[in-house]
């Protein structure tokens, strides 16, 4: 038995090595990952900085040298046998392990249609250098998906002055994670800057110039790029027998059911309180989990308790949302001068918050909402809706009632 290896070297692989250490653990660690860089963030790709790619490290060798991390780049884990304990990398070695997180993130969707391979990914550095390469002034991107990755490069696009089209089967973009009325809010943003949406209506073939749509007509495109969603990447898992379903299926604290395997991240479903399991795509969801994983490899035993939230930027308005906003909910909305303010209650209680605004002006708001969520409050919905009540005063009565 040897350390604890990581596979997977994206957000929540990164963060899970260094948080092994910040948890005291004095074993070897080993983070083996299959792309070729410094382990770097994602958000960037879709929002580039003066028209160019972004790679933004997560951070420099130096700190993985300093913390002890044994980073492995450019290596697939390819066979695990949980049962000895050992996994076997694509170049032939095989790693013995006390404890092992899985950390495999997602992969891209592929559209099923015909001319699908002349279809762009958009999920690694390489995609999105592939793409912003390929999509110069003058060219017609087709963008096929309105979900908030598609949504975040159309923005970036327009931004550069190129011609962009999304194709969405839902009669609306953004419709599976954002709330309604801030969901309709970017929509009109987006045709505000010329975005042309093609809405309900599927693909039926891609060719050299252009995306076919299902009733035939026909989307001009020199540029098409898939981002219908992400699938987890279970493969390691599925082989080596581990439970999964829409992920690495795993307990209340992200342990798999092989013994001494973990997973966290996007690869991973994790069991509710409720029943069920669910998978988490997001930047903080990847970290608070490699967080979680990493203190119980340690030999903590602490349940994934913490309140989802994710963010998404598209031209000059930013988009918070905390916790899982259900159309269900209790709606209770507040104006604010720089954007909107939505909270959701369930039964009274504050379940959930999202604000958009320009830029980053709502960024103080969600996070006390996301305190009053993390603090079961049951507020007034009206004295909520007044934006003259400091939700840092409810908080504090909050907390001393
Ligand atoms: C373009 C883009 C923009 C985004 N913007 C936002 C945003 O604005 N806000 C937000 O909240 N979230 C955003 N996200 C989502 C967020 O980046 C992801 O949820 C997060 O990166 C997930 O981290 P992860 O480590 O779980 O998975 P990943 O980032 O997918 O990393 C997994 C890594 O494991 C590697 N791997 C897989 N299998 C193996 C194997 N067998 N052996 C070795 N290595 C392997 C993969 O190559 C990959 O590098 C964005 C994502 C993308 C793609």
Redesign the pocket.
């Known amino acids: 038995m040897d350390g604890i290896v990581i596979?997977?070297?994206?957000?929540?692989?990164?963060?899970a090595a260094f948080a092994l250490r910040e948890a005291a653990y004095s074993g070897s660690v080993t983070l083996?990952?299959?792309?070729p860089h410094l382990?770097y963030?994602?958000?960037?790709?879709?929002?580039p900085v003066d028209g160019a790619v972004q790679m933004k490290p997560i951070c420099a060798a130096e700190a993985l040298e300093a913390a002890g991390i044994d980073y492995l780049p450019g290596?697939?884990?390819?066979k695990l046998y949980a049962d000895a304990g050992t996994v076997t990398?694509?170049d032939g070695r095989v790693l013995s392990y006390e404890k092992l997180l899985l950390?495999?993130?997602?992969?891209p969707r592929r559209i099923a249609c015909v001319g699908a391979e002349l279809a762009l990914d958009?999920?690694?550095h390489a995609?999105?250098k592939m793409v912003f390469s390929r999509a110069e002034v003058g060219k017609r991107v087709a963008i096929i998906g309105g979900g908030?990755?598609g949504m975040?490069?159309a923005a970036a696009l327009r931004g550069k002055g190129i011609a962009v089209s999304i194709v969405e089967a839902a009669p609306k973009p953004l419709g599976r994670a954002v709330p309604e009325r801030f969901a309709a809010t970017l929509h009109a943003k987006h045709l505000d800057e010329g975005v042309h949406f093609h809405l309900g209506q599927g693909v039926a073939e891609i060719t050299d110039n252009a995306v076919v749509l299902a009733d035939g007509s026909e989307v001009p495109a020199d540029v098409v790029v898939a981002a219908i969603g992400?699938l987890p990447?279970i493969?390691?898992a599925e082989a080596a027998g581990l439970a999964t379903g829409n992920g690495v299926l795993t307990d209340g604290f992200l342990r798999t059911s092989a013994p001494d395997v973990f997973a966290?991240?996007?690869?991973?479903a994790v069991a509710q309180p409720g029943g069920g399991h669910v998978r988490?795509?997001?930047?903080?969801?990847?970290r608070t989990?490699?967080e979680t994983a990493a203190r119980n490899m340690a030999g903590a035993n602490d349940p994934f308790t913490a309140i989802h939230?994710?963010?998404?930027?598209q031209y000059d308005l930013g988009l918070q949302v905390a916790g899982l906003p259900q159309p269900a909910h209790q709606s209770v909305l507040r104006s604010l001068g720089g954007g909107e303010l939505e909270f959701y209650l369930d039964d009274g209680r504050l379940v959930a918050a999202a604000g958009l605004g320009i830029g980053n002006s709502l960024a103080k708001e969600i996070k006390l909402a996301e305190m009053l969520i993390a603090a079961g409050v049951s507020p007034d919905p009206v004295a909520l809706a007044d934006p003259g009540l400091n939700l840092k005063t409810l908080l504090k009565s909050a907390r001393a009632a």
């Open positions: 596979i997977g070297a994206g957000e929540c692989g990164t963060r083996v990952g299959a792309e382990p963030e994602r958000p960037p790709l879709s929002k290596l697939s884990a390819s990398l694509s950390a495999t993130g997602a992969r958009f999920r690694t995609d999105a908030l990755i975040e490069l992400v990447d493969a390691l966290a991240g996007d690869c991973a988490f795509e997001s930047w903080r969801n990847a989990q490699a939230w994710f963010w998404s930027d």
